[in-house]
């Protein structure tokens, strides 16, 4: 009980003290405005203006608290991810999936993020930010149970999905599932389960050390022969290329708008 009185003492002392010094503090004010900004076009996909904000952001910062901007910068990108979070779990992504994303954040964070290298890493992390909103949007198809289908391969991606499986989950025949399916969405099933294992699989060979072979597993790709072919037709570049050389950009699947203005 001492020990948590003591605490808050501490604390309040230390926000008086911060008050005092409230003329340190010049250009608050923008600071929030360039985060409401920056959570805006995170939450929009607009990936080249969000690196363009929290570069101004970092730039505060770093008039604010000088030499000790990074280890100030590095709490905020954690503060950040948490905020991005729970905007997911406002948009009915599932609390595992928010949490999860959360955690992998902070591990970003904590262990992939160089000093040396920190503006470079705003950049990755909001491109983490935007890729993960924009694989968990909902659809706008005009098949609901297309939609569903998405949403459910987002959420349960790294399960052994199949277009069997699938179907019976949302009981209805797989000849139908994928009719309609090609129909809405301008490629099959299976393509569309691969093209989003390849995007998701990104992330763990950016960000992670696991092998290749794990993540070609963790993703159910029969072998990591096979993960490496079907990566390489979707980005371009082998898997441990795409690890080794950090400038290729992610890969991510876009609809023909041909195919969307004739459904």
């Known amino acids: 009980m001492q020990l948590q009185h003591s605490m808050s003492e501490a604390i309040s002392k230390r926000y008086f003290q911060e008050i005092d010094s409230m003329n340190e503090y010049e250009g608050v004010e923008e600071f929030f405005t360039l985060e409401t900004k920056l959570l805006f076009e995170v939450y929009h996909l607009e990936a080249p203006k969000a690196k363009k904000t929290i570069h101004e952001i970092i730039d505060l910062l770093t008039v604010r608290f000088g030499k000790k901007v990074i280890k100030i910068v590095r709490s905020y990108f954690k503060t950040l991810s948490s905020i991005v979070a729970r905007k997911l779990l406002d948009n009915q992504v599932p609390a595992k999936k928010a949490f999860a994303f959360n955690v992998a954040c902070v591990d970003m964070i904590d262990n992939h993020m160089r000093d040396a290298e920190f ?15 924009a694989d968990r949007k909902q659809p706008m198809f005009r098949h609901q149970t297309v939609n569903k289908v998405i949403v459910y391969i987002n959420d349960e991606l790294e399960q052994n999905l199949t277009v069997e499986s699938i179907a019976a989950h949302f009981k209805i025949s797989t000849s139908h599932l994928s009719r309609i399916f090609r129909e809405h969405v301008g490629i099959t099933l299976v393509e569309y389960l691969n093209v989003r294992r390849v995007e998701e699989s990104q992330y763990y060979l950016r960000h992670t050390n ?13 072998n990591q022969s096979y993960f490496t072919r079907i990566f390489k037709k979707y980005t371009g570049v082998t898997p441990k290329h795409f690890r080794d050389e950090l400038h290729h950009e992610f890969y991510r699947f876009e609809i023909n708008e041909e195919t969307y203005n004739q459904l």
């Open 210 to 222: 696991k092998s290749i072979t794990s993540i070609s597993a963790q993703f159910h790709f029969c």
């Open 119 to 133: 503006l470079q890493f705003a950049d990755d992390l909001v491109d983490f930010f935007v890729n993960f909103i």
